[in-house]
């Protein structure tokens, strides 16, 4: 059993704080919006597998830093790096992403997600939530596949046919599109829009709400809610991964021959 003071102070990317057995897992980049790399990869799925071996937390609110949720944005990233991963280091980036999925919906307490603003990279993380709270300006984009040379198979493709549907999903990954808030809360992504920076202050109120009820009914409705989209992921993910991988080994392929 983990012990929240043991590892709330172990993560470069998260911020946590816990107030009446409800905790904030705030992400962020050195203090900033979270920009998504290696470490927050690799992070967030330890950290959501701390807060699920520790019994006395019973509502977790999911929120990002300043007036960003995670990003950056397609135009925004840089793919040759990535691009030249190993084999050796996907099969590492494989093993995290099945860990961050599974991790995710292994927590037995309610997950409210506060959506600070544009969700950008791995918005599927607030996706996945209990309830979804969303500032007036956020946005969501997939960002980290289709749209850089990557098939998008790290469990958003599990994600946004189930709420959005297939044929939009299919749209929305295959031309990058950006969906704002209005349209999320219409397309059933968000449950709530509120006033950009309100978001979080709405989160904690539904969590307290929450957290007036008896621990073993949020565990088992909790329990109940996840189980078929953890069944699906263990389906999906670790496929989807190993085609994201031969995406990586193709390019870096062709960039060890333009050298000779």
């Known amino acids: 059993m983990y012990e929240f003071e043991q590892y709330r102070q172990g993560f470069d990317t998260i911020a946590l704080r816990r107030i009446d057995g409800i905790v904030e897992m ?25 807060l699920a071996q520790d019994p006395h937390n019973r509502v977790i609110i999911l ?27 996907w099969e590492a980036n494989h093993a995290h992403g099945i860990e961050l999925m599974d991790s995710v919906l292994s927590v037995q307490a309610p997950v409210i997600a506060a959506v600070n603003g544009p969700a950008l990279r791995h918005c599927e993380l607030a996706l996945m ?7 007036e300006h956020a946005e969501f984009q ?15 493709n599990v994600v946004t046919p189930l709420i959005m549907g297939l044929t939009r999903s299919r749209y929305f990954h295959l031309t990058g599109q950006t969906i704002d808030a209005q349209t999320a809360k219409d397309w059933g992504l968000v449950n709530e829009l509120v006033p950009s920076g309100t978001e979080l202050d709405r989160a904690w109120e539904l969590a307290r709400t929450l957290s007036k009820q008896r621990t073993m009914i949020l565990r088992h409705t ?29 390019a870096l392929e062709e960039h060890l021959a333009g050298k000779h």
């Not at 705030?26 to 597998?49: A, N, Q, S, Y």
């Not at 939530?129 to 500032?135: G, H, K």
């Not at 263990?234 to 994201?244: I, S, T």
């Open 26 to 50: 705030r992400l962020h980049t050195d203090g900033k919006p979270l920009r998504w790399g290696t470490v927050p990869h690799r992070e967030i799925g330890e950290c959501f597998r701390a």
């Open 129 to 135: 939530s209990d309830i979804v709270i969303a500032a």
């Open 222 to 250: 909790r329990l109940l809610f996840t189980t078929e989209l953890r069944r699906r992921m263990l389906d999906m993910v670790g496929y989807g991964l190993a085609l994201e991988g031969l995406d990586v080994a193709d």
């Open 142 to 156: 997939d960002s980290a596949h289709f749209p850089i040379g990557l098939t998008p198979g790290d469990g958003i």
């Open 63 to 89: 929120t990002g830093t300043g007036n960003e949720f995670s990003g950056p944005r397609a135009t925004d990233v840089p793919v040759d790096d990535f691009h030249m991963l190993t084999p050796r280091a």
